[in-house]
């Protein structure tokens, strides 16, 4: 079955540190992968996703297949980032989007 | 503003009530998704409306159904609350029956007492 699983309830960095929230996901296929935020009392909202291979707010992922994992990054974090990241998964005729359990992100200045 | 639009906010319901949460898709989709978000949880898939007809069902009982109209707006309705039906229900509205470029709406707050 298809699974996404996100090992960090919460992860807390001081300002300006390198973030990495980890994503691992089970799917014998070919999937297509995505970061979804949700801000403080904002609705859920996309990140980003692999195929477009892009970096928006500074963060980036890299799918690695062979470690079924679709990590995202950013080098330097900022106070705004805090929010909640949830890691999602889906694949072509699917009908749905696989969402882990989320990572909330908490920037200490 | 992504034009997702979801009534009502919160509610509150009664064991073994039915309740029914609305959707405006965003304009231009022709596809509407609902998920289930129960607290500390990423959201679950319930089910997919695609030019008024169900396109994909996930994991929930029967007492779990939908409409959705010729102006692509949907409903989500719920049979005989349970205390586990409280969640934050979350429609997505996005184009020709792909869960890609989904807009989320704001969710509505359901609480089962």
């Known amino acids: 079955a298809q699974r996404v699983t996100q090992p960090e309830k919460l992860l807390s960095v001081f300002k300006g540190a390198p973030v990495e929230l980890k994503c691992n996901y089970s799917y014998s296929g070919s999937p297509e992968l995505f970061w979804y935020v949700q801000y403080s009392r904002q609705r859920l909202q996309l990140l980003l996703r692999h195929i477009s291979r892009e970096s928006i707010k500074g963060f980036t992922a890299d799918l690695n297949k062979g470690e079924t994992s679709f990590h995202l990054k950013k080098p330097f974090a900022q106070e705004e980032d805090s929010a909640m990241y949830y890691c999602?998964?889906?694949?072509?005729?699917?009908?749905?989007?696989?969402f882990g359990s989320g990572t909330r992100l908490s920037i200490r200045p | 503003e992504t034009g997702v639009t979801q009534s009502p906010t919160h509610l509150i319901k009664t064991r073994g009530q039915q309740v029914t949460l609305r959707c405006s898709s965003q304009s231009g989709h022709n596809t509407v998704s609902w998920y289930q978000q129960a607290l500390g949880q990423g959201p679950q898939f319930i089910f997919q409306?695609?030019?008024?007809?169900?396109?994909g069902r996930g994991n929930f009982p029967p007492r779990f159904s939908g409409l959705q109209f010729p102006n692509y707006s949907s409903e989500l309705n719920v049979n005989a609350l349970e205390l586990d039906d409280s969640a934050l229900y979350l429609c997505a509205s996005s184009l020709e029956g792909l869960p890609l470029n989904a807009f989320f709406g704001q969710g509505t707050r359901l609480t089962v007492v």
């Open positions: 409306y695609y030019r008024e007809e169900e396109n």
């Open positions: 999602a998964l889906s694949y072509s005729s699917a009908s749905k989007i696989i």
